[in-house]
């Protein structure tokens, strides 16, 4: 017996859920879309559970060039929409929610959707990617939503003409602060070392940008300003080096020194390595539980990529249908 899902986004389309699933996949980036569009292929018929928002952290990336496919280069939103038109075309079911209680150990597993409904599942793959990770400073929560973001697309529009900084010395750092150039009078890049993190052709392209100036073997010590007046109105910065202390004007800190997993909720039942990614057995991408599978950001500490989670949503989607196959 199935039951029908109404989506929030959609009221008149109903999605089906049946008594017990084959595959659930958890996730609607690269890695979820692909592993969805690999079992519906293999007449699995994954169900698909989106999250809110969906997407993954393409949906904040204005320009991708480095997906193979996509000569011209495309917006992360359009890759998005295209894999997921592939899972669609062979009939992937997605609902649009969060998963908000894992019960992995249980067989069947059982998910519990944040609007109350159980979904009973044989197998179960984690594409759950991973969240921007910040400072941790006290001044910077304080700030956060008042000149301190993560999302240099989402909220680079308000700072026109303005003075920013951006923290951070990899490819996601420097795509920011080219972005901000379109906004900005000036971005100030904000590194602890004396030499970048990102790929040469990123390098290449921020060092010619006149917008762009670059700080040093420096961190940010305390963002400055009130939430309640101006916000953010300038960063004090550490050199790592002599130890001096100054202070730099800005009305707006964009944060992009990596990620933290998303794997709330699964820490007492699977095995986490010690930043909290999933681990994974071997080269496949099983994890400690049988019937449970991670694919993506969320396992993948190194490489961090569309094109590598998309590969490892593949691997995670074939290791299920020998998985299923076995246990019939």
């Known amino acids: 017996m199935d039951f029908n899902f109404t989506t929030e986004n959609d009221t008149e389309k109903e999605t089906k859920v049946k008594d017990l699933e084959n595959v659930v996949i958890v996730g609607s980036g690269p890695a979820g879309l692909t592993a969805a569009l690999y079992a519906a292929r293999a007449s699995l018929e994954p169900l698909l559970i989106e999250g809110m928002p969906s997407g993954g952290q393409l949906m904040d990336t204005t320009e991708v060039e480095n997906f193979p496919g996509y000569p011209e280069s495309v917006k992360g939103p359009e890759l998005i929409d295209d894999i997921k038109s592939q899972a669609e075309k062979f009939e992937t079911r997605f609902i649009t929610e969060n998963v908000e209680k894992f019960e992995l150990t249980s067989n069947p597993k059982i998910l519990h959707l944040a ?36 999302c240099a697309v989402c909220d680079g529009f308000f700072f026109k003409d303005q003075d920013v900084c951006v923290v951070g010395g ?37 060092l010619k940008m006149d917008k762009i100036e670059f700080i040093w073997d420096s961190v940010v010590e305390k963002v400055l300003g009130d939430p309640k007046g101006d ?16 202070k730099l004007k800005v009305t707006g800190m964009f944060v992009a ?42 396992m993948d500490p190194v490489y961090q990529q569309a094109v590598t989670a998309a590969g490892s949503g593949c691997k995670a989607a074939l290791d299920v249908e020998k998985f299923l196959m076995e246990t019939k």
């Open 115 to 150: 609007g109350g409904k159980k979904i009973k599942t044989r197998s179960v793959i984690l594409a759950t990617g991973a969240s921007a990770r910040y400072l941790g400073l006290d001044s910077e929560k304080k700030l956060k939503g008042f000149g301190v973001s993560a």
């Open 231 to 246: 916000g953010v109105t300038g960063v004090k910065i550490k050199n790592v080096k002599n130890g001096k202390t100054s």
């Open 170 to 206: 990899g490819d996601s750092a420097l795509e920011d602060a080219m972005y901000l150039t379109k906004f900005a009078r000036k971005v100030h890049v904000i590194h602890r070392r004396d030499k970048l993190r990102a790929s040469r052709i990123m390098q290449d392209r921020a």
């Open 257 to 298: 020194i990596g990620h933290n997993p998303n794997t709330k909720g699964m820490e007492n039942q699977l095995e986490l390595d010690k930043k909290r990614f999933i681990k994974t057995k071997g080269k496949s991408t099983l994890t400690n539980l049988p019937g449970v599978f991670a694919a993506g950001d969320v």
